[in-house]
Nanobody, 115 residues
Framework: QVQLAESGGGLVQAGGSLRLSCAAS????????MGWYRQAPGKQRELVAT???????NYADSVKGRFTISRDNAKNTVYLQMNSLKPEDTAVYYC?????????WGQGTQVTVSS
């Protein structure tokens, strides 16, 4: 069994920065792709950013130029550096890690951006 533990969420003013981390533990696990998703109240969960084991990245248009995803394969950890935060970035952020056969979700971490 694999567990994902997220950290780094919190309350920040608009224009500020936060760095989210998500570490996998448990069974031997070599994710092919890691990513961050978010869900705001009353809205569907949406993709924020993904990164493959080779380092290829993909971002939602709404965060391009402000957020940066990175990973440490040796630590099975994925990061999300969030700069120039906006109130519309307020959501619960979830990490996801996947192989070709299975995927896991973290429990979520709240990010609140005040105006």
């Amino acid at each position: 069994q694999v567990q994902l533990a997220e950290s780094g969420g919190g309350l920040v003013q608009a224009g500020g920065s936060l760095r989210l981390s998500c570490a996998a533990s448990g069974s031997i696990f070599r994710p092919v792709i890691m990513g961050w998703y978010r869900q705001a109240p009353g809205k569907q969960r949406e993709l924020v950013a993904t990164i493959t084991s080779a380092g290829s990245t993909n971002y939602a248009d709404s965060v391009k130029g402000r957020f940066t995803i990175s990973r440490d394969n040796a630590k099975n950890t994925v990061y999300l550096q969030m700069n120039s935060l906006k109130p519309e970035d307020t959501a619960v952020y979830y990490c996801k890690m996947a192989t070709t056969m299975i995927h896991y979700w973290g429990q979520g971490t709240q990010v609140t951006v005040s105006s």
